[in-house]
């Protein structure tokens, strides 16, 4: 078959991506190249065509993000095989992160503060105003008559 | 020659299979969907899997979800037509999509959007994969006329989208 078989103007159409794909026949291939010899339309159009191969073909590999990847490697770790394997939409994500804040705020208990003292500081203070037994320098200055032996 | 895990073909084949999914479909969300399904459809057909290349079985596989998708969707766009004329309308959320990033990449990427599915994945199939005519006609089931066809329009409307 030749394009001229489909293309009533006897222009190479079609066979002009399968001429840059390297997929016309070597009789084909022959006949398409002297066309192109003597037709500057077609000559044009596989100069565009092959540039959108390239465009295409240059796209790059992409990186797998995280979640995906994530959801990929999912059905490893789940239960029998053919498990559903659908990533759950925004808002069931949504919905089910608002259930588990609301459980969260029933159950949990009171939230713990860290608490970072000025250690060097309280290190300064004493050093420089009290000496000896620091416990016996937290003794009350004063103490009760009563409590005295 | 010994079979491949499924964790192998995910973990070999991961970046692979997300980028023809992402060709294909534009957007992280519906890519990451289908790469889950093929990997679905890939576990349950390991057993029956011809060493030869992953990448085109891999490939021919997405492809073939992808359209039934985009079928299925066609199909109930055409049901909800009398009811809600907005939903009968062509789906344009992947030509719609912006992508995010700059540079020639995203310029095809989003000029890839705008071609007929079936254009697409012929593109795709050959340009992305690598595959070959007589291949793209078997994965998709068409003539080997139609594949070449819809690899010069789809390349045509490119051009026209990247002017």
Known sequence: ?149 | LEIPTWEEVATTYGAFLYSVAYRLTGNQDDAADLVQEVLLRVRRGLATYQPGSMEGWLSRITTNVFLDDVRRRRRRAVEALPDDPEQGLPASAAADEVLAGQGLSDDVQAALLRLPDEFRAAVVLCDVVGLSYAEIADSLDVPLGTVRSRIHRGRGLLREALR
Do not use: K, Y
């Open chain 1, 1 to 149: 078959m030749t394009w001229d078989d489909r293309s009533p103007n006897g222009h190479l159409g079609d066979f002009l991506s399968a001429l840059v794909d390297g997929e016309l026949t070597d009789p084909i291939r022959r006949a398409a190249d002297q066309h192109l010899a003597g037709c500057r339309a077609c000559r044009a159009e596989l100069d565009a065509t092959a540039r959108m191969h390239q465009l295409v073909a240059g796209l790059p590999m992409l990186a797998v993000p995280a979640p995906v990847w994530a959801a990929m490697m999912a059905p490893s770790t789940s239960g029998a095989p053919g498990a559903p394997l659908r990533r759950p939409r925004p808002m069931v994500w949504a919905g089910a992160a608002a259930a588990v804040i609301g459980l969260g705020l029933l159950v949990a208990s009171p939230p713990s503060h860290r608490v970072t003292p000025p250690m060097t500081h309280f290190v300064q203070v004493h050093t420089v105003s009290q000496s000896g037994d620091p416990v016996t320098q937290l003794a009350p200055a004063a103490v009760p008559a009563f409590l005295r032996r």
